[in-house]
């Protein structure tokens, strides 16, 4: 198997054209209203849209809280006050967004050779974490008002500093996910959504304003325990996605599809095999494929193709990928009905989705290939023993070498 390494990255322009990782909405757009992604050049542009969301969030959470806290105390509602805490909350959390994009954009070094890219990661799972705290604190704190209810005295101000609140907490969600959707920031995504039930947590608390004010009676406590469980749970959610991210997720199978066809359509390429693909930040892939390819091309032929693949898919997917070649002779009949004769038996057996590969010496009678093993194939040395055990059964003359992939993107 040889391996050619392209990971120097390509200087053009990046045209429109797939992302790596999700689509981008509202970046630019090309001639025919098509999406055109953040290139690797826009790096600088694209931190400097987060770190202004960032800002933006800042000075609006903080205008917030101390409106709602002036409002709160005067009013004696703990609903406005804790609103008040959870507006700086979100100020706080917007601080931790500018900070984790300031150090993902610090240049690769000796200890961190690939980036600090994932602190985004990171900065988005203390933002999720704020959240869920926030729920469960604003739950807490709710059970008590239900059990110690008190008479809050409202006014005209009152109302109006709520309803404003509400209208800025809504603008300010749909701006924030609209730049994490530009930018591909999961930390500026998880804000916005924060924001959103932010606008839900204090239409509840106008909610229960309202009816102290026409009845003069109190259903805060009960108001705030209902959405507490809702804020909870999103924060729940958005902390199991991005660990889950950070853990290593499949590939987007679309995106894996589209890869391995548009490697396929370089002639003269037969297959696309053993595609991986790792990210290193929102703007960062970095993977591996085999080229299946006719075993009669010379290493500067492979070398070539192999770079115009990785140029190619670094500039349309800002995906760094590395080539390992596999050798095969289509065009030779024994070969093809060698080939096709194992084939078909390894694939009778249960929990095989693929094999390719194929390297047959027959002077020394060895051949050797892979397998894409299903995840339901638990024990991988008796599933890989049972197609050697029926392979030399059928072909006793020769030796078996079978490597067991794992299914990344099958």
Same mark, same amino acid.
């Not at 392209?6 to 990782?21: S, V």
């Not at 002036?70 to 006050?81: C, D, E, P, T, Y």
């Not at 700086?88 to 900070?99: H, K, N, Q, R």
């Not at 790792?278 to 770079?307: C, K, Q, W, Y």
């Given at each position: 198997?040889?391996?050619?390494?392209?990971?120097?990255?390509?200087?053009?322009?990046?045209?429109?054209?797939?992302?790596?990782?999700?689509?981008?909405?509202?970046?630019?757009?090309?001639?025919?209203?098509?999406?055109?992604?953040?290139?690797?050049?826009?790096?600088?542009?694209?931190?400097?849209?987060?770190?202004?969301?960032?800002?933006?969030?800042?000075?609006?959470?903080?205008?917030?809280?101390?409106?709602?806290?002036?409002?709160?105390?005067?009013?004696? =509602?703990? %609903?406005?006050?804790?609103?008040? /805490?959870?507006? +700086?909350?979100? *100020?706080?959390?917007?601080?931790? &967004?500018? !900070? $984790?994009?300031?150090?993902?954009a610090r240049?690769?070094?000796?200890?961190?050779?690939?980036?600090?890219?994932?602190?985004?990661?990171?900065?988005?799972?203390?933002?999720?974490?704020?959240?869920?705290?926030?729920?469960?604190?604003?739950?807490?704190?709710?059970?008590?008002?239900?059990?110690?209810?008190?008479?809050?005295?409202?006014?005209?101000?009152?109302?109006?500093?709520?309803?404003?609140?509400?209208?800025?907490?809504?603008?300010?969600?749909?701006?924030?996910?609209?730049?994490?959707?530009?930018?591909? =920031?999961? %930390?500026?995504?998880?804000?916005? /959504?924060?924001? +959103?039930f932010d *606008?839900?947590?204090?239409?509840? &608390?106008? !909610? $229960?304003?309202?009816?102290?004010?026409?009845?003069?009676?109190?259903?805060?406590?009960?108001?705030?325990?209902?959405?507490?469980?809702?804020?909870?749970?999103?924060?729940?959610?958005?902390l199991r996605?991005?660990?889950?991210?950070?853990?290593?997720?499949?590939?987007?199978?679309?995106?894996?599809?589209?890869?391995?066809?548009?490697?396929?359509?370089?002639?003269?390429?037969?297959?696309?095999?053993?595609?991986?693909?790792?990210?290193?930040?929102?703007?960062?892939?970095?993977?591996?494929?085999?080229?299946?390819?006719? %075993?009669?091309?010379?290493?500067?032929?492979?070398?070539?193709?192999?770079?115009?693949?990785?140029?190619?898919?670094?500039?349309?997917?800002?995906?760094?990928?590395?080539?390992?070649?596999?050798?095969?002779?289509?065009?030779?009949?024994?070969?093809?009905?060698?080939?096709?004769?194992?084939?078909?038996?390894?694939?009778?057996?249960?929990?095989?989705?693929?094999?390719?590969?194929?390297?047959?010496?027959?002077?020394?009678?060895?051949?050797?290939?892979?397998?894409?093993?299903?995840?339901?194939?638990?024990?991988?040395?008796?599933?890989?023993?049972?197609?050697?055990?029926?392979?030399?059964?059928?072909?006793?003359?020769?030796?078996?070498?079978?490597?067991?992939?794992?299914?990344?993107?099958?």
């Amino acid at each position: 198997m040889a391996s050619t390494r392209t990971d120097e990255k390509p200087t053009a322009e990046k045209p429109a054209g797939k992302t790596g990782r999700v689509p981008v909405s509202g970046a630019s757009r090309g001639p025919s209203g098509e999406n055109i992604p953040y290139a690797p050049s826009d790096e600088r542009d694209r931190n400097a849209v987060v770190v202004r969301c960032g800002a933006v969030g800042i000075v609006a959470n903080v205008a917030l809280a101390a409106a709602k806290a002036a409002i709160g105390f005067a009013s004696n =509602s703990l %609903a406005i006050v804790l609103d008040a /805490v959870n507006s +700086l909350t979100d *100020a706080v959390s917007s601080v931790v &967004t500018i !900070v $984790g994009v300031k150090l993902a954009a610090r240049p690769a070094d000796r200890e961190h050779p690939m980036g600090y890219g994932r602190v985004e990661y990171l900065s988005a799972l203390l933002v999720a974490a704020a959240v869920f705290a926030t729920g469960v604190i604003t739950l807490r704190d709710s059970i008590l008002k239900i059990l110690h209810p008190t008479l809050s005295t409202y006014d005209w101000v009152a109302v109006v500093v709520i309803v404003l609140s509400i209208a800025v907490k809504v603008w300010l969600g749909l701006y924030t996910r609209g730049k994490a959707r530009e930018t591909r =920031s999961d %930390a500026l995504d998880a804000s916005g /959504v924060d924001a +959103l039930f932010d *606008a839900l947590v204090t239409g509840a &608390t106008l !909610v $229960g304003i309202a009816v102290t004010m026409l009845w003069h009676v109190t259903i805060d406590g009960w108001i705030s325990a209902l959405i507490s469980v809702v804020v909870a749970k999103s924060g729940w959610d958005m902390l199991r996605d991005i660990v889950s991210e950070i853990l290593g997720e499949r590939i987007d199978p679309k995106l894996a599809k589209g890869l391995r066809a548009e490697i396929a359509s370089f002639p003269p390429v037969i297959g696309a095999h053993d595609l991986f693909l790792d990210s290193f930040g929102p703007n960062e892939m970095i993977g591996s494929v085999h080229l299946e390819v006719p %075993a009669n091309m010379t290493a500067m032929e492979i070398d070539t193709l192999s770079r115009k693949i990785s140029d190619r898919v670094y500039r349309e997917h800002n995906i760094i990928l590395t080539c390992g070649v596999y050798g095969a002779d289509p065009e030779d009949p024994e070969w093809k009905k060698f080939n096709d004769s194992i084939r078909a038996e390894v694939m009778a057996h249960e929990g095989v989705l693929s094999m390719h590969g194929l390297y047959v010496d027959h002077d020394h009678n060895r051949v050797v290939f892979d397998v894409v093993r299903d995840f339901s194939v638990t024990d991988v040395a008796a599933f890989k023993g049972r197609i050697i055990d029926d392979l030399e059964k059928r072909h006793p003359d020769y030796t078996f070498t079978v490597h067991v992939d794992v299914d990344y993107a099958e």
